[in-house]
């Protein structure tokens, strides 16, 4: 089979990257594992469909750390603003929600993606619609190293492409598709390539929660909580909002918010110590105040309840954490509301988590995602090194990095002609 190109993987880069092409009016074939595309993309939208922020470019930038500058290059051409012009002109009119968060008005993925899709087979200007092709697993490439290698229900199947776009996901979710299989193949072409690690994810606490705990208050929310950390390698975090208690740890969008650098801590450490503010609106000496007002005959319990608002899995972590010693010493307890240092020591594994980090370099790139090693192939999408918050910014930089791979095949095959 011959294609002028070949896009492997049916996310939101590949789609993306697809439509750039179809476009101009290059005859585009995509392929994808899956029986459908768009699949993490759907599951993504079942709690309403984030599709980008609403905040100041520099600040959106910042977002995405240590390759600010890579993804910023990007979102120049394709940001936050394009996404929503884009979902428009797909008939979807967008909101901002209170957090700066943007949705389409009806909060949901499946029919912003059918009218995508509905567009790119069949496109206003009457040029070549994309060629969809499931069930096609990639398995790299031939021994003339320019064939494409495909798994169908039908047997392997070759196909010749003038331009390929890898758009494979990251290491997260491997039963939507996204299992980082791709990382050996692109290694072996010496294209060099990050190792893929969680992020947005959960964490084990040391010594894990107890019983008693763990069978009480996994799944409970810590709510109107903030969390603070500092090493010597990275800046102070502090954030305020909310997060869960899971069987082994925690997870939850404050500590998704902070997940690169307390994994990068355990990396370099072993440990990284999360310190939790209980009462985040009360200052450290009304909170001491308080907890030394004499309580009388009432239990300790009933004390923070009543005089600090305590109650539930805030009393109960400290409970844990403490110790009866420490939790009936008011200076020790008063510390603990404000900062109680919660010990972690592992991140969830990748398949938990909502996205990776790692994947190919920019390094081995050019400005138009094209691989040094291997010119003619291009890479898109969450598979790059890069990561970022929750928020919309996962979905915009994927969205931006098709967008660039597309044009950088379009550049391509004019010099290529």
């Known amino acids: 089979?011959?294609?002028?190109?070949?896009?492997?993987?049916?996310?939101?880069?590949?789609?993306?990257?697809?439509?750039?092409?179809?476009?101009?009016?290059?005859?585009?074939?995509?392929?994808?594992?899956?029986?459908?595309?768009?699949?993490?993309?759907?599951?993504?939208?079942?709690?309403?469909?984030?599709?980008?922020?609403?905040?100041?470019?520099?600040?959106?930038?910042?977002?995405?750390?240590?390759?600010?500058?890579?993804?910023?290059?990007?979102?120049?051409?394709?940001?936050?603003?394009?996404?929503?012009?884009?979902?428009?002109?797909?008939?979807?009119?967008?909101?901002?929600?209170?957090?700066?968060?943007?949705?389409?008005?009806?909060?949901?993925?499946?029919?912003?993606?059918?009218?995508?899709?509905?567009?790119?087979?069949?496109?206003?200007?009457?040029?070549?619609?994309?060629?969809?092709?499931?069930?096609?697993?990639?398995?790299?490439?031939?021994?003339?190293?320019?064939?494409?290698?495909?798994?169908?229900?039908?047997?392997?199947?070759?196909?010749?492409?003038?331009?390929?776009?890898?758009?494979?996901?990251?290491?997260?979710?491997?039963?939507?598709?996204s299992n980082g299989a791709w990382v050996p193949l692109l290694a072996a072409r010496g294209v060099a390539v990050a190792p893929l690690l969680p992020a947005n994810c959960g964490f084990d606490v040391a010594g894990g929660w107890s019983e008693h705990f763990r069978s009480r208050f996994a799944g409970q929310p810590f709510k109107n909580v903030a969390i603070r950390f500092e090493s010597e390698a990275v800046p102070v975090f502090e954030r305020q909002g909310e997060f869960v208690a899971t069987q082994t740890g925690v997870e939850g969008s404050l500590v998704y918010a902070a997940s690169a650098l307390l994994r990068n801590q355990i990396v370099r450490a072993g440990e990284a110590t999360l310190e939790l503010d209980l009462l985040p609106a009360w200052t450290a000496e009304r909170v001491q105040r308080e907890v030394a007002h004499p309580r009388g005959s009432r239990s300790l319990s009933s004390h923070l309840k009543s005089r600090l608002g305590l109650d539930g899995i805030k009393t109960a972590v400290l409970y844990e954490r403490l110790g009866k010693d420490a939790m009936n010493d008011p200076a020790q307890l008063s510390r603990a509301i404000k900062a109680l240092p919660l010990p972690l020591v592992a991140a969830r594994p990748i398949d938990e988590a909502i996205s990776s980090a790692g994947g190919v370099l920019f390094e081995a790139l050019d400005s138009g995602l094209m691989c040094e090693q291997l010119p003619g192939v291009f890479c898109a999408g969450e598979m790059l090194d890069w990561e970022a918050p929750t928020g919309g910014y996962l979905l915009t930089a994927c969205l931006a990095s098709g967008h660039r791979a597309g044009q950088g095949v379009l550049d391509w095959l004019q010099r290529a002609n």
């Open 1 to 177: 089979m011959n294609s002028d190109v070949a896009i492997i993987g049916g996310g939101p880069a590949g789609l993306m990257a697809a439509e750039v092409l179809s476009a101009a009016g290059v005859p585009v074939s995509l392929y994808d594992a899956m029986p459908s595309v768009g699949r993490k993309f759907l599951l993504a939208g079942k709690g309403g469909m984030n599709l980008t922020h609403s905040e100041p470019a520099d600040r959106f930038a910042g977002r995405y750390g240590e390759r600010r500058q890579q993804i910023e290059a990007l979102l120049a051409d394709f940001g936050a603003g394009d996404v929503r012009a884009w979902a428009l002109g797909l008939g979807i009119d967008t909101f901002v929600g209170s957090s700066g968060r943007v949705f389409p008005t009806d909060m949901k993925a499946a029919p912003l993606l059918r009218a995508w899709l509905q567009r790119l087979r069949h496109p206003a200007g009457g040029g070549p619609g994309v060629r969809f092709h499931m069930r096609h697993r990639w398995l790299g490439w031939a021994v003339d190293g320019r064939t494409l290698r495909f798994e169908t229900p039908s047997g392997e199947q070759p196909v010749q492409a003038r331009a390929v776009v890898l758009a494979l996901g990251g290491g997260s979710w491997a039963r939507l598709g």
